[in-house]
Nanobody, 123 residues
Framework: QVQLVESGGGLVQAGSSLRLSCAAS????????MGWFRQAPGKERERVAA????????YYADSVKGRFTISRENAKNTVYLQMNNLKPEDPAIYYC????????????????WGQGTQVTVSS
């Protein structure tokens, strides 16, 4: 079992930055792929970014490429999402997920999800 707790969400102005953190506990964090997803009201959950177990491979949705950066510190059991130049289309609940496959292209079907953190952007 893996427990995930997100933090760092909040209300910011468009063009600002936020860094989300996801702290993991439970089974060895370093072997899991980690991902960030988001869900806005009335929309489906969207994969935003993912990172493989070692941090050497990353994936980004087209909508966030060049603005968001995913990273991980295995020694701290933590994954981050640095969000720069936030846009009015970025507000959502952001969720952290873990997958046993270890790969950035994982479909994240292992069922390990955090409770989410709200990101709100004012224009």
């Amino acid at each position: 079992q893996v427990q995930l707790v997100e933090s760092g969400g909040g209300l910011v102005q468009a063009g600002s930055s936020l860094r989300l953190s996801c702290a993991a506990s439970g089974r060895p964090f370093r072997s899991y792929a980690m991902g960030w997803f988001r869900q806005a009201p009335g929309k489906e959950r969207e994969r935003v970014a993912a990172i493989n177990w070692s941090g050497s491979v990353t994936y980004y949705a087209d909508s966030v490429k060049g603005r968001f950066t995913i990273s991980r510190e295995n020694a701290k059991n933590t994954v981050y999402l640095q969000m720069n130049n936030l846009k009015p289309e970025d507000p959502a609940i952001y969720y952290c997920a873990a997958d046993v496959s270890g790969t950035a292209t994982s479909r994240f079907t292992s069922g390990y999800w955090g409770q989410g953190t709200q990101v709100t952007v004012s224009s």
